[in-house]
């Protein structure tokens, strides 16, 4: 499995942006897709997951601000983040897995990570 992140940047608080995944080796639709961040000196923290069928869930700390999306036909998925904070600040990682409990977790395969930074 090659999961490629891309998105991230610098955002002021109360910014906006959007994540993307791009998802190859293996069969897209048969595999939950999830989001989880690590800050340095922080131990990693699940975020969002998103089933072959769109049923997700999310992390108390972000679902009222994030939203995880899928978009099958394309092997993307999206996470797009609302009203950042400067504790929002991390490397964001996608990972794949059988199963959201798997990726609630921190288990499955993950890509190389994109930087969000967020200012005070």
């Known amino acids: 499995a090659q999961l490629v992140e891309s998105g991230g940047g610098l955002v002021q608080t109360g910014g906006s942006l959007t994540l993307s995944c791009v998802a190859s080796?293996?069969?897209?639709?048969?595999?939950?897709i999830g989001w989880f961040r690590q800050a340095p000196g922080k131990e990693r923290e699940f975020l969002a997951a998103?089933?072959?069928?769109?049923?997700?869930i999310y992390a108390d700390s972000v679902k009222d601000r994030f939203t995880i999306s899928r978009d099958n036909t394309k092997n993307t998925i999206d996470l797009q983040m609302n009203n950042l904070k400067p504790e929002d600040t991390a490397v964001y990682y996608c990972s794949v897995a059988a199963a959201t409990a798997t990726l609630k977790n921190l288990g499955g395969s993950r890509g190389q990570g994109t930087q969000v930074t967020v200012s005070s």
């Open positions: 998103i089933q072959w069928s769109g049923a997700t």
């Open positions: 080796g293996f069969r897209f639709d048969d595999y939950a």
